[in-house]
């Protein structure tokens, strides 16, 4: 399920608000357990200028998902196993990602679905 999940996101286009790296596993989180825990967030933003905002709002990345994490009882792991989701600093700054088959992990960006080594695993969940 994974692995097509993945594939799936890898053909979609990035687009603020409806397909990034939080939204994400928002997404896989819903595919796992049929509840969106970021319902009230998707859609409230489009460009970059709108996410910088709400990131400031709301404080930043890692909240964002700690939150989102809390609210559906998704339980804290310090062994990430694929399927795991979490937050992962890369070049300083926090994404959202899922924990791949391989052992990287998967984020969405700009440039499409991206697989790599985090430099560093903030928190995570298992799904």
Do not use: Q
């Not at 097509?4 to 608000?17: K, P, V």
């Not at 310090?78 to 990287?104: C, N, T, W």
Request: charged letters at 25%.
């Amino acid at each position: 399920m994974l692995r097509s999940f993945l594939i799936d996101h890898a053909r979609r286009e990035f687009a603020w608000g409806t397909e990034d790296c939080c939204l994400l596993i928002a997404d896989w989180w819903r595919a796992n357990h049929g509840v969106d825990p970021a319902a009230g967030w998707r859609g409230t933003y489009s460009t970059a200028a709108e996410k910088d905002a709400l990131l400031a709002r709301e404080g930043g990345v890692a909240r964002i998902v700690r939150r989102l994490a809390l609210d559906v009882g998704a339980e804290r792991t310090s062994d990430p196993r694929p399927g795991d989701f979490g937050v992962v600093r890369v070049d300083r700054k926090h994404l959202g990602a899922i924990r791949a088959p391989d052992g990287k992990w998967a984020t969405k960006s700009l440039a499409g679905l991206v697989l790599f080594t985090p430099i560093h695993i903030v928190a995570a969940w298992k799904i």
